[in-house]
Structures are given as structure tokens and as C-alpha cells.
């Protein structure tokens, strides 16, 4: 409460005060191009782990940024990062513990969206944790030439099973060459098992991940084929074409160079 000048008056002056969030200001460079965002542009009626883009906002993506601005501790002007961005040229992050800042820049930064984030966790988790193929044994993998699948297959090669992949042209499975399936019924007969999951659950075991990936990156022990599109105008039929198989590897989109 405060008194109006001289005449003696009590007046009030409510406010609203912005709160002083902890945001990140971050240049978006590279834009991954994922299947679950095919699935948030649909009409989700019960959102569980997935809901729907609400029409009018910017579609979510994971992207790999240079830090301009930034009111949180851990990130500093400059650093290089990937996290949850979206399809624009600068993201404003306001929950900055969804990023993890880029510490090794000696591998393309675009690996950050695939085979160093989250599809090469998905392929790592899928494969060690939950698959656990031993020497010998024989993987079926579909979408071989996927994202995920591409690593999948040279996971359970480093293992030393028996691949057998699926892919959704010849060309694909020219480069792949994996042997198709024939007989699914196999599955039944020989009691297979299937189990989902979810990569994020699993994301504290990044640290882990990377100290495995990488080696076998700079070793050649594991090589990463990329589907590259430029500008932020060729996401969406850079989406379109996960689903009508023209990606020939991990999709991502270049929208800036520095
Ligand atoms: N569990 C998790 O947390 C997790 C995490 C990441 C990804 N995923 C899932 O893993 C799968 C692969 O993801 P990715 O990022 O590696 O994508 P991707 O394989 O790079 O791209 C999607 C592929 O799906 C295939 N496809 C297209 N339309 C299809 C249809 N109608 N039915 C079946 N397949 C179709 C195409 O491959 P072909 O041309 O070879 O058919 C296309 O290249 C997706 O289902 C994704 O949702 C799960």
C-alpha cells in the first residue's frame, strides 16, 4: 500500500510479475527428422507418452544448437548442444535440464541426433539391454536401414550373431544386404519374444553410451549413413519421406552453417 503524494490517500497498485524463468537462447543447426513426430501431427485422442501438436505452434524436434544466451549455470555462450529444439532457427529452451552440452566435436555434429543421441541409444538399449543376443545367435531387425536399424545390425555383427534385416526398397536393401525374412510363422514356432520400451527410461545410461559409440566411431567400427536435407523449409517433406521409405539412412535437415 502506498499514500498518494500530499493528499493522504491509500491507493493500491497490484501487479503481475513475469517470473524470471531460466531460459537458454540457442541457434538451431541441425534438425532431426523422426517417426514419432508423424504421430504428434495426429489426432491423439488419449495422450499417454505421446500428445498431439497443438495447431498454431512450432513442431518439437530434437536439434543441435550453439548456445547464444543463456541464464542457466551448466550452459555457457558458445557451448554446442543437442536437446529437444524445434523446427525454427533460434529455440528459446526454458526447461535447459533437457539439453546435454556437445563436449566432443570431433565427430560430425549431426551423429548428436542419430547415432550419438537418441536412435543410437534406442539401438544400444534395444540391443544390450533387452535383446542380449549372444555369439551365434540370429537378429531380425526391420527398417534395417533405419536410424535405429542401420546400428542395430553392426551392434549384432560386432557380437558376432547371424543379421537378417527387412528394408523397404532395393536400394535399401542393396546397401544393407541383409537377408529378407521369409517365413514369420518362425516367430511363433520358435517362441519368440517381444518386449517394448521406451528410450527415454533410459537416458542416464547416455554417459555410458557415448563412452562405447564413440570409440567405435573413430575406430571405423561403426559406420553411420545420414539422409541430409537443407533448410528449415524441407522439414515437413523430409518427414513425409520416413513414410514413404525414401530415406536412405538417419534424416536430418541442415539449417544453419556456421
Ligand atoms: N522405443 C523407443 O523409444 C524408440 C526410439 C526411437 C525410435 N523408435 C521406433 O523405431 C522405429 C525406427 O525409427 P527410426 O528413427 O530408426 O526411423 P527410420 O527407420 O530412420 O525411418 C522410418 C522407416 O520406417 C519404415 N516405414 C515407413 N513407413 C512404414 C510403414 N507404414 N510401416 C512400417 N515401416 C514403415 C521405412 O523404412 P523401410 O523403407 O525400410 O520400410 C522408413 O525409412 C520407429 O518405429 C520408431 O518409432 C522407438
Not at 5 to 27: F, H, P, T
Not at 34 to 40: A, F, G, K, L, N
Not at 88 to 97: K, N, R
Request: one cysteine or more.
Amino acid at each position: 500500500m502506498e499514500t498518494d503524494g500530499g493528499a493522504g490517500n491509500v491507493v493500491r497498485n497490484k501487479k503481475l510479475m513475469l517470473k524470471d524463468y531460466i531460459k537458454v537462447l540457442v541457434k538451431v543447426l541441425y534438425l532431426s527428422i523422426d517417426p514419432y513426430q508423424y504421430i504428434r501431427s495426429t489426432k491423439i485422442e488419449k495422450p499417454g507418452y505421446f500428445s498431439s501438436y497443438s495447431p498454431g505452434s512450432v513442431m518439437a524436434s530434437y536439434g543441435v544448437g550453439r548456445v547464444l544466451e543463456s541464464g542457466h549455470s551448466d550452459f555457457q555462450k558458445g557451448d554446442l548442444v543437442w536437446g529437444t529444439t524445434g523446427w525454427e532457427e533460434y529455440s528459446l529452451i526454458t526447461e535447459p535440464e533437457t539439453l546435454f552440452k556437445i563436449q566432443h566435436s570431433d565427430v560430425p555434429l549431426s551423429y548428436y541426433l542419430g547415432v550419438l543421441g537418441m536412435p543410437g541409444l534406442t539401438a544400444y538399449v534395444g540391443f544390450y539391454e533387452f535383446c542380449a543376443a549372444k555369439k551365434g545367435e540370429t537378429v531380425f531387425i526391420s527398417s534395417a536401414f533405419g536410424a535405429v536399424g542401420q546400428l542395430v545390425g553392426q551392434l549384432a555383427k560386432l557380437t558376432g550373431c547371424y543379421v537378417v534385416g527387412s528394408a523397404g526398397s532395393q536400394e535399401k536393401y542393396t546397401l544393407d544386404e541383409p537377408e529378407g525374412i521369409k517365413n514369420m510363422m518362425n516367430i511363433i514356432y520358435k517362441r519368440l519374444r517381444l518386449e517394448g520400451f521406451v528410450v527415454t527410461d533410459y537416458f542416464h545410461l547416455f554417459p555410458k553410451f557415448l563412452d562405447f559409440m564413440l570409440p567405435c566411431i573413430r575406430e571405423g567400427k561403426i559406420v553411420y549413413m545420414e539422409d541430409i536435407s537443407e533448410a528449415l523449409e524441407s522439414c515437413p517433406a523430409a518427414l513425409v519421406g520416413l513414410f514413404n521409405s525414401s530415406n536412405l539412412g538417419k534424416k536430418v535437415v541442415i539449417v544453419a552453417r556456421e
